[in-house]
């Protein structure tokens, strides 16, 4: 349709239509036959706004959707088609590790692989929109939506981003297989005070401008049709009624010219925080900073027209929050093709297909860190040994992270299954060990549901009996344990973050027999291991990994994919420390690890050191740095300067290796980070291969936000570091003038 005909459509629509295109509601209603009754009610939804809704979430398959399409535009007094949208955050039916875990494959076109088939699969069950990719910053573990970022870092954060928005919207998302991208949760959603979900954000503006907007400008970029606001304030003003971060630094400064929607509810918790008196003023300030459509809170299609009708919003108002979305669904050809890419036949041709099933294996074996390895315990030998796979998740096929939201269980394959099908042993024994849950702990699933352990105490001895019998008899053990795929996600907050009492105890039990221990450990953050490290030989972190995962862990484990994950968050030395993160700030009393002397910045009782710090991770074959050389010293304006090493892969496998740039500013007129990661090279090599890697720097990669809020560089001495992890001591300098 042309910008006229969209002009003239617009004109054509009463207020009342113009209102309900603004407003999102949950698609079950529509699966329900558009009863009034139920969720309706219960969400205060009315029929005008069933019949009028501009979109709707959570709802998909290609059959469903279509006839929801048919029925509604049938009766539409314009005939405008809805948007459908929903969480497709690890992939739709073929599920994928979670973001988390993608970051740590430090991999962006790999991850775009995987948004591509994310977009594929739930195009053709019907869906135009995906809220994702969550590119919140995450520097607390405590907090249980770590799990749907890309970590703590900026820069990788914001090249993942990217991938994924052009993964999902190609070139137009027009396009066939491709649906819209929403970045969110605008802004700093990821700082919540003390790792609680929802809580408030306290950001320097320097902190937050530097730190926390890069990734979703990086998004908005690469083309990303949406926006969703954030729970959380900013500045002590919650975002979705925050004018000067929407209108001004999200529209003007970073250019977005696409649809802004509201998170679930956010508009009516303005209320709540106390900056709303009521629903009027909640409808005055979300349409005020611009939010197009509110999701969920039936608060615009309860008050704008009484708020227009009182003169305290103007039409002009609605019609540029309507125009968007029309020229939304105009960007995705609805008004030509309603349903767009649904199809039945192609979505079950095309879920679960063995090319969405190996890219999700092949990704999931590339997010996998491997961060102890004492006496080259992995990989195993493949036949020969007589191993013990013990544990939770062992068997267990519930390995796919949060708002995995249409995954099927029985589709993924668990660790067991992977053994027993790969041939690769004839001498295994499985066993259970322990429940997943500490007994007396209740997790709240969706609705009223609660995961617990539900075994008896007699039952839980007879599990760990054969375990340590299973343990004794064998030369090696897999023990695949960790948190329940609940205790991370929307709501999942935890001031505990150490692995579950009765799992430990497992683990110990299991060590007074064997000691050859292997922990495959499931997580949807960094956790507190340090007695895992204590009572084992090797951790891989598995995270959680998908539908492929126990295929990939067995791919892991044995060799046949040498594991090149490097931590995209650092794993604290214990809850104590957090935030902890690698570009942390010089202080005026830094200290070195070993000091005796009292009054540096430290802790008594435990070290600065995380236990395993950003950027980490082993591989089973070694890679040996060359000393970093510089084409010159000196770097003035428009000029670049390439910083050359050698990496040479000096073991016996084939294997692969992040190499990764870090620059310090050494003095600054604002106290400048340790260090930052500025770029990244993952190369593969031979045994005895090794490569130059050239990175080539420019004063973009140098800019801050000086004293006076410029962002620009200043002149003077940076270090570059390029190794293998953020410690890395391999240094360079040179000056800018
Ligand atoms: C979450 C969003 C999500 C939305 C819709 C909210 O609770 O914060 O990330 O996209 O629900 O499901």
Known sequence: MTQDKLIQL???????????????????????????????SQYGINEENIRLAGSVLGSLGAKKLI?????????????????????????????????????????????????????????????????????????????????????????LSSCLAKAMVEGYQGKSVKEKGKIAACVKHFAGYGAPTAGRDYNNVELSERTFKE???????????????????????????????NKELMREILRQEMGFTGVLISDWGAVQELISHGIAEDNNEAARLSIEAGVDIDMMSMIYCNRLKRLLEEGIITEQMIDECVMRILQLKNKLGLFENPYKDADAEEEKRLILCEEHRSLSRKLAAETFVLLTNEDGILPLPSEGKKIAFIGPYIACKRIHGSWSLFANQEDSVSIKEAVEGSGYLNHCLYERGCDLLEPGIEIPEFGEVFAKSVLTEEERQELLYSAVAAAKESEAVVLAIGEHPSQSGEAASKADITVARHQIELLKEIWK????????????????????????KAILVAWLPGTEGGNAIVDVLFGKVN???????????????????????????SYEEGDRTRFHSRYLDIPNKPLFPFGYGLSYTEFEYSGVELDKNIM????????VVEVKNVGRYRGKEVVQLYIQDVKGNVVRPVRELKSFQKISLQPGESKKIIFSMNRDMLKFYQQDMRYEVEAGLFRIYIGGDSTTKNVAEFHYR
């Open 211 to 241: 730190d926390y907007l890069p990734a979703y400008k990086a998004a908005i970029d690469a083309g990303s049709e949406l926006v969703m606001t954030s729970f959380n304030t900013i500045n002590r003003i919650p975002s979705t009624g």
């Open 563 to 589: 594991p090149s994950g490097k931590l995209a968050m650092t794993f604290p030395y214990s809850v104590g420390q957090i935030p902890v993160f690698y570009n942390e700030f010089a202080t005026g009393r």
């Open 67 to 155: 006839k929801i399409q048919d029925d509604y535009m049938e009766q539409h007094p314009h005939h405008i088609p809805m948007i459908f949208m929903a969480d497709i955050i690890n992939g739709y039916r073929t599920i994928f590790p979670i973001p988390l875990a993608q970051g740590c494959t430090f991999n962006p076109d790999l991850v775009k692989e995987g948004a591509a088939v994310a977009a594929k699969e739930s195009a053709a069950a019907g869906l135009h929109v995906t809220f994702s990719p969550m590119v919140d910053l995450a520097r607390d573990a405590r907090w249980g939506r770590v799990m749907e970022s890309n970590g703590e870092d900026t820069y």
């Open 636 to 643: 003035s304006d428009n000029q670049t300067i390439n910083a």
């Open 10 to 40: 617009l004109a054509e629509l009463s207020i009342d239509e113009k209102i309900n295109q603004m407003i999102q509601i949950i698609g079950q209603i529509y699966e329900k036959g558009a009863m009034v009754t139920g969720p309706a």
């Open 513 to 536: 027999v064997n000691h050859n221990i292997i922990i495959v450990l499931f997580n949807g953050r960094p956790l507190d291991i340090r007695e895992l490290c204590q009572y084992s």
